[in-house]
């Protein structure tokens, strides 16, 4: 096995000698958070820590790179996922280093940030090394260490592979580093010089150097039993602890040393220890692999089980008192160099210095309730009545029965008034132990009174209500008793000043001209729901504003401090302690509170936005307080104006949004802490800019098409229409011409009919001339008569004016009966026209009986049968 990696598996090796829990937290120690793996979900060991510029903490775990804004924890790895080792934070980016594999990551705001490696420029085989540390000198130098090799870059560029011997972890200072070289002492490194010999360093020997830090001029430097103070070439021993394994120069210029089985060592500008804390008080582990002072002075430990974060700067201080011993805290009180404790499990006192323990005082086992100096007495007000304490005793007095609150008469200092269980008691003798006076009209339970006349208390009852007692004269009995507040739950009654308020968690009241009216603001300052008004140090205008999770000092109307803490919801309690702190009654001991001891400014709250979808956004807010829990509410416009109710968990999501512009607004529930994200909700892809173009375009198209279609329909319609008048007017000529030619033929059948009816008439006078000469026998009339019976020249005329009327008969009857002689078409021509065999006769120059001789004959040549009509089937031609 390489030598440096022996040494470093003693070290990690060292990591196993945890101490065990003995003993109760001191007073005075900062407020711890610890984190255990199951809570930021990474293996036990936390290597290395580092923070970005927004506040946002990362550490170097087992399992991977954690991070962490205040709000939520998240993981993500390097290649191959080895553990990781160093961590270090500059530009926008977060490097990295574990076993051969080194590089940085950058969109940290992501939930997979982007890795970008660096070991593909070193030569052939690469990195076959763990990386445990990564230092940023002021030249923009990143130098990644193992414990054989330098590798540093610039400009993400290679600049030196620097094999100085076996090296544990360095330190940057300006463009240099120093570096602890076993069997060397300190060498220091940079890209002008190279490696150099720091002077006076070998007399380290050959020491572990397992951590350096500057220090002034000089250096601090930790081995495995002793630290060194290295200055002006000088090597001289400190009185810090042994098993130092990590050293820290912090910004207020004291040192924080992380040992290897005995937590954290705080101290001074001269190395004076001034904060111890391990397990046994808060620490949670006594490994510390890892230290880091924050933006705001915490101190973030990284340990061997687990990560802690230790509020150095905030003016709380803590005692645990919740042990087997003590119980829960619910008053103090201070006499001489005596500080007094009332628990639920008796009364304690200590003598002396801080660091001493408390132990109980004979006889007070069971519940204590308050513990009040008046008049040069300290009274306790307990379970079994009230105790006159003096210096470690505590003495009962007779006729007791549970004492909640005592209240000093407002003109005479030696009479006061008692809150009992069993109504109102009077005492007027404290000092000489005589029995206070219960005023038997009234026994139900008072928690609290205020004295609001020289006869008359302002009583809360212990579970409900609220009522103005009247007493006699001499104090010894009820004179009147009013119900004021028959419906307030739990009430506590509180004089500031001259002003007394009733007050629960539901509402604060004022009592004036004998009633009670209810306040939304007290001096000026908002009341919101749920908070409690407890005043200050006497003779000032100190009173504080009790919430869930807060506490808030004010000076009249003025706001001097908000802390982080939380009281008891039923019996909130703070005193006076000393000149300038006040004691906080807490459910697991008690914290000292310092208002000149100013919280430090609040980070600027974190707002990432992720959109889910189309119409849906989801938002992670964070606020980067890594020391006291928070709470968040939001509004979004258009959607909910109002604000949320608080809630823990600071994740926000809004789908089935309408397109538009929002305004996103997230607060906590520290002041002056709040951030707002302007975001738009683009329409869906059928509301969209695009798709109302599209739609515009089909619509003038459809216009355009419809338009078309329009011209052409009135196109058809107007040729259909032009088409029917054509028709109309063909009709119409078709009709007149019709017209003509049966006008025409009307008028050729009379001139037929006329001609026809001549001839005959002519014929028939002729026929009864020729007749009457036949009888003269007068041959020149007959032959003159017998030239104008001319058949041929008769029938010429009548077929030319036959034809005109029937111009395709006689074809039509020629084609179909080619037999037929000139006399049969004649017949013919005559029945066509519906002449009768009389007048038919003398056209054909016969005898009626023989045109029906004629008939018969043309009857046989047309093949007519006996049942056919011969007038029909002619007219039928």
Known sequence: MRPCLFILYLIIAQTQLAGQDSGVRTEGVPKVRYYTPEQYG??????????????????????????????????????GRPVVRALAFTDGRLYAGGYGEFGYFTDLDKSDPTYTSLTDQIGTGGVREEIWKIELLLDGTIIFQSFARLYAFRSDKLIADVAPGIVLFGQSEGNRLVLPVAGQGLQYWSSDTGLNQLEGSERIGSRIVSSIARR????????????????????????LPSQVNRLLSLADGGLAAGTIDDGVYLTDESLRTTLHLNRDNGLGNNTVLALLEDKAGNLWVGLDRGLAVINRNGPLRYANAATAELGTVYAAARRGDLTYLGTNQGLFVRSGSEDRPFKPVAGTTGQVWELKVVDGLLLCGHNSGLFLVQGTTARLLPGGTGVWSTVVHPTDSSVFAQATYTGISILLDAANSVAPLRLPGYLAPLRSVAWVGDQRLLAAHASRGVMRIGLTGDLSDYDAIDTLGADITKPIVVRYGDTVLVQSTEQVLRYRNGGLEALKEFLGIPLPRGSLIIPGRPGSEEWFLVQRQTLSLFRGGEL?????????????????????????????????????????????MLLRKEVVAVNAVRFEAALPLFDRPVRYRYRLTHRQEEWSAWTDRPEFEFRDLWEGNYLFKVESDWPGTGVESIFTISPPWFRSTAAYLIYGAAFFAAIYLFYQLHRKRLTVQERRLELIRRRHLHRQEMHARNRELEDSVATKNRELANTTLSLAKKNEMLLQLRTELDRGRNEKVRHLIDRNLNNEEDWSIFESHFNDVHDTFLNKLRHAHPNLTSGDLQLAAYLKMGLASKEIAPLLHISLRGVENKRYRLRKKLELEGSDNLNQYLLDI
Request: hydrophobic fraction near 35%; aromatic fraction near 12%; proline fraction near 6%.
């Open 560 to 604: 001097v401090t908000t802390v982080p803490v939380r009281l008891h919801a039923d019996y909130p309690r703070i005193i006076p302690w000393g000149e300038d702190r006040y004691l906080l009654c807490l459910n697991d001991g008690y914290a000292i509170f310092d208002p000149q001891v100013g919280e430090t400014d609040l980070p600027e």
């Open 216 to 239: 002034g001029e000089g250096y601090l430097i930790a081995t495995a039993d002793t630290t060194f103070v290295l200055q002006h070439g000088k090597l001289k021993e400190t009185e």
């Open 42 to 79: 990474g293996d036990n060991q936390n290597w290395d820590l580092a923070q970005g510029d927004d506040g946002v903490i990362y550490v170097a775990n087992s399992a991977g790179v954690l991070s962490f804004d205040g709000a939520k924890w998240q993981r993500f790895n390097l290649p």
